[in-house]
């Protein structure tokens, strides 16, 4: 297990978003969390490295997240320091307003990163697949860069940082098919090295790109089974009619 | 990035990443952020610490003189009987008719700058000169309001010239803080008015001024509240300090709240100073009162429209 929710209920204020969800996830895999949009799946990955902590009205009710031997949660863990594990791409890309080079090398400069920062920056970007476009001019900035190529170099410097674990929320949604399909093909060359979690509302994507796949539904976690059984025989009624497009 | 000693489930997460070249100092940066903290909340309660020092003192001094009938009195020779009535009703004239000057002038001008003329030179040296204009001491302001609105347009030493005095003063304030504002309306906006057919001039009028009201009205506030308790510029303007009537048209006399305050507060005898204090109350219950309604106004048109 590297990460997992145990038990877990969240809210916003007074309405529960997520009801005693628990989810493991092993190491080195891709897993997709599905559902219909409001379905808690977003809350759900953000808690996963606290970046809920800046919704004001946002209260973990009960239950607990695990992060390998962490308890993310509680009080003497750092959420800083959980973020530095645990990544994150956003679902529009949100590179900085500076060059490429420093979009890379801001976060493991100031997490005191003592090895070589042009190494690291060819290596991230390659990581990416985004080197060659952008070797060039790498001092331009990284908002000059298309939306497709602005989504890679956040991944890149999501990557940058070594992390262990990958949140990506609909990292796909704002990127028209071909800059999709090299994330999706990013992806998978991803999963040889960190362990990826990923919200989708394309169902096609979490069955090309993830191993493991998560359907919830009003809060609730459905069904939680590799994708393949997911998609060709899955157990509950829910998960066919949201996989066979008949609602959501 | 260049761990070669994989994390199993069993190691733990910090003890793993020793091994990295990150070198991640996680509780010296705490530290400084903590001492970061530090600091900010020390200069806060410096702040207030002066302001509650400085209120404190005018109380102390000004609450025993001020009752009713220093409200509704007119000045007198003796600080007993002395008011600050034609005071308070000049400074409120004055600063509605500022207020409606400066906003339509600086509003539109905002407007013009920001979304209709082209982005050229001569916009650019207009926005520096803007600018440059913001930083003139108010005394100057006065001898341009002399000079131009009492002699040259002869409105006398009037509440209209007094009024249209303090408006030029807050104007490129006003100017700036729109221009500000206009900018942080998402472009997407404009678009998607634009793409159903309406005229520049619509989506401005629609979408793009309702979007951008709220943090106008944040400029326009401060400089409102300068401008009512400005003094210097008022007194080259004509501000009389003994005024025993009120004003029937806004060509009448004036005097403002600063102007009486100035005239108390120089006086050696102690009573004047101390309802000079009791002014200043009145000064600061007028400025709270003024900025209430517009944060007030803001408050409700940010609940309208948020994305």
New interface residues.
């Given amino acids: 297990m590297v990460i997992a929710a145990q038990d877990l209920t969240l809210a916003y204020g007074d309405k529960n978003i997520v009801k005693k969800v628990s989810l493991e996830v092993g190491p080195r895999t891709v897993t997709a969390l599905i559902g219909p949009s409001g379905c808690g799946k977003s809350t759900l990955l953000r808690t996963f490295n606290r970046m809920n902590d800046f919704v004001p009205s946002f209260r973990l009710v009960d239950g607990k997240i695990m992060y390998r031997d962490l308890n993310v949660y509680s009080g003497d863990v750092d959420p800083v320091f959980i973020r530095r594990r645990v990544g994150m791409v956003f679902q529009k890309p949100n590179p900085f307003p500076s060059s490429i080079y420093k979009n890379i090398t801001w976060g493991p400069s100031i997490n005191g990163y003592t090895g070589d920062f042009d190494q690291l920056v060819e290596s991230s970007l390659r990581r990416a697949a985004l080197w060659d476009e952008v070797k060039d001019k790498l001092n331009s900035s990284g908002l000059a860069l298309s939306g497709g190529q602005q989504q890679r170099l956040c991944i890149a410097r999501a990557i940058a940082m070594d992390p262990d674990v990958i949140l990506m929320d609909e990292p796909c949604s704002a990127l028209d098919p071909a800059s999709t399909a090299r994330i999706e093909d990013l992806i998978g060359e991803l999963r040889e090295r960190y362990t990826i979690l990923i919200v989708t509302h394309n169902m096609q994507q979490a069955a090309r790109v993830s191993e493991h796949t998560a359907f919830m539904f009003q809060g609730e976690l459905i069904e939680h089974a590799v994708t393949k059984q997911i998609f060709n025989a899955p157990k509950h009624k829910l998960t066919e009619d949201y996989i066979m497009g008949r609602f959501g | ?3 070669e000693k994989p ?1 199993t ?1 069993e ?4 003890e793993a ?1 020793l091994d ?7 509780d010296r ?2 530290f400084n952020a903590k001492i970061f903290n530090l600091v900010i909340l020390l200069a806060t309660c410096l702040a207030m610490l002066i302001l509650g020092l400085l209120l404190w003192r005018i109380g102390e001094q000004g609450l025993p003189w001020l009752n009713w009938n220093f409200i509704t009195s007119f000045p007198s020779r003796m600080a007993a009987r002395a008011g600050i009535f034609s005071a308070l009703i000049g400074s409120a004239c004055i600063i509605i008719l500022t207020g409606i000057i400066a906003v339509v002038l600086g509003v539109s001008a905002a407007i013009y700058l920001e979304e209709m003329s082209a982005k050229n030179r001569i916009n650019q040296l207009i926005e520096l000169n803007i600018a440059n204009l913001a930083g003139i001491p108010s005394l100057v302001y006065g001898m341009l309001g002399l000079a131009v609105f009492v002699r040259f347009l002869n409105f006398g030493r009037s509440i209209m010239a007094a009024a249209c005095t303090l408006a030029i003063m807050i104007l490129p304030v006003i100017i700036i803080s729109s221009r500000e504002a206009l900018r942080t309306v998402p472009p997407s906006i404009r678009l998607a008015a634009l793409a159903l057919g309406a005229t520049k001039w619509q989506t401005t009028w629609h979408h793009v001024l309702p979007a951008a009201m709220p943090g106008m009205l944040t400029g326009i506030i401060l400089a409102i509240s300068r401008a009512l308790g400005e003094a210097a510029p008022l007194i080259l303007v004509g501000g009389v300090t003994y005024i025993a009537f009120l004003p029937n048209s806004v060509y009448d006399s004036f005097t403002t709240l600063p102007i009486q305050i100035f005239n108390w507060a120089g006086r050696p005898q102690e009573e004047f100073q101390a309802i000079a204090a009791a002014g200043i109350i009145v000064l600061l219950g007028l400025v709270l009162f003024t900025n209430g309604i517009a944060i007030l106004i803001r408050a409700r048109l940010e609940d309208k429209n948020r994305w």
Avoid: H
């Fill in positions: 990035m260049n761990t994390i489930p190691t733990s997460v910090r990443i990295t070249p990150f070198k991640d100092n996680l940066r705490n």
